[in-house]
T-cell receptor, first 113, second 114 residues
Framework: NAGVTQTPKFRVLKTGQSMTLLCAQD?????MYWYRQDPGMGLRLIHY???????AKGEVPDGYNVSRLKKQNFLLGLESAAPSQTSVYFC????????????FGSGTRLTVV | QQQVKQSPQSLIVQKGGISIINCAYE??????FPWYQQFPGKGPALLIA?????SEKKEGRFTISFNKSAKQFSLHIMDSQPGDSATYFC?????????????FGKGTLLTVNP
């Protein structure tokens, strides 16, 4: 039982490059979330999804896009990476009807140079 | 607008001591208050949670105290151990509404010295 799996674990990008972070969960959870974690800033919500085919903006959505084509996958895209997007990105999922009980992945450390 | 304020930002405790982390919230619609523990290089993991119908919840050495009138809740770690050294996040949500999101505090880095 893998829970929430994030790929890749590490990545270095040059400014202006694009990339996609993949999150996969095997718990049949309805809700999925992308957070970024920066020193002193805690966990900030980028985008989230309440079900397959639906997405919504969180607290810091600018510069990111997401897609939830399959229930188990939630993709986070950076179209034109900027140094300000250097961060650790966490994906999380939770079951239907709960605003709690998040299961987090182990994170993706992204550096934009 | 920061809806969940967490303090202190960092905390150093001696082994065997009590660690106390405090959080305050603004949204009176919040009705679920979890705490997450995060070790370096790992994702946060649910530690303990409370709903406002009780004032205290205890699980082993970890206790949440909740004060609804003051809109505050706190995590107490009794007999703190070096293995408890981690970052702790409080959070809150309105589980009964359409807001399916947790709002997190900024975290507390706990160091327990041997």
């Amino acid at each position: 039982n893998a829970g929430v799996t994030q790929t890749p674990k590490f990545r270095v990008l040059k400014t202006g490059q694009s990339m996609t972070l993949l999150c996969a969960q095997d718990m049949n959870h309805e809700y999925m979330y992308w957070y970024r974690q920066d020193p002193g800033m805690g966990l900030r919500l980028i985008h989230y999804s309440v079900g397959e085919g639906t997405t919504a903006k969180g607290e810091v959505p600018d510069g990111y896009n997401v897609s939830r084509l399959k229930k188990q996958n939630f993709l986070l895209g950076l179209e034109s990476a900027a140094p300000s997007q250097t961060s650790v990105y966490f994906c999380a999922s939770s079951a239907l009807g709960q605003g709690y009980g998040y299961t987090f992945g182990s994170g993706t450390r992204l550096t934009v140079v | 607008q920061q809806q969940v304020k967490q303090s202190p930002q960092s905390l150093i405790v001696q082994k065997g001591g009590i660690s106390i982390i405090n959080c305050a919230y603004e949204n009176t619609a919040f009705d679920y208050f979890p705490w997450y523990q995060q070790f370096p290089g790992k994702g946060p993991a649910l530690l303990i949670a409370i709903r406002p119908d009780v004032s205290e919840k205890k699980e082993g050495r970890f206790t949440i105290s909740f004060n609804k009138s003051a809109k505050q809740f706190s995590l107490h770690i009794m007999d703190s151990q070096p293995g408890d050294s981690a970052t702790y996040f409080c959070a809150a949500s309105n589980s009964g509404g359409s807001n399916y999101k947790l709002t997190f505090g900024k975290g507390t880095l706990l160091t327990v010295n041997p």
